[in-house]
């Protein structure tokens, strides 16, 4: 689903103040916003990808992945617009297939990871609802369990080559 032009925003980089938050933590800070290093150079593939309902009345908007050097910065939003004190946050697992650091930086309406490795092929988000804890759902192969599958709204996939992305249930 596109989003509506009402509720678009211009997406550029913007990486999130240098605050580092315990792995498995995904709630972030209202309005906190920085500048893009001048030192980096930053490509920002816009998607407006609604990815689902994260809690009651609140869909989750993916509007941009832009890449550095060293980074990824997933740009998002909601819809409505949260009021203050609402019970809504992003609650998202991402990975690659090459391992990649689960370390993030997080403020407003951005996310900034470690880039995944110049050979990965794919990026994923896995996104939940605020209520499902995901962190520690893994089978002993170390992949998603079926009580991760079954919480999870949807995935969304970045082709790093193609440039592309996909949302899937």
Known sequence: MRIPPRLRRPAWPRPAAAVRLPPGISEVAGSARTQAPASEAWVTYPLDLEIGEVADGYHLIARSISLS????????????????????WLNMCYSADIPVSLDYIGAGNDVQYARPPRKARYAWFDF???????????????????????NRISRLTFDLMTEQAQIEK
């Open 128 to 150: 939940f609802r605020t209520d499902y804890m995901w962190y520690g759902h893994w089978d002993r192969s170390g992949q998603p369990d079926s009580d991760y599958r079954r």
């Open 69 to 88: 050097a060293n980074y990824l910065l997933f740009e998002f939003a909601f819809a409505p617009e949260p009021a203050e004190g609402a019970e809504v």
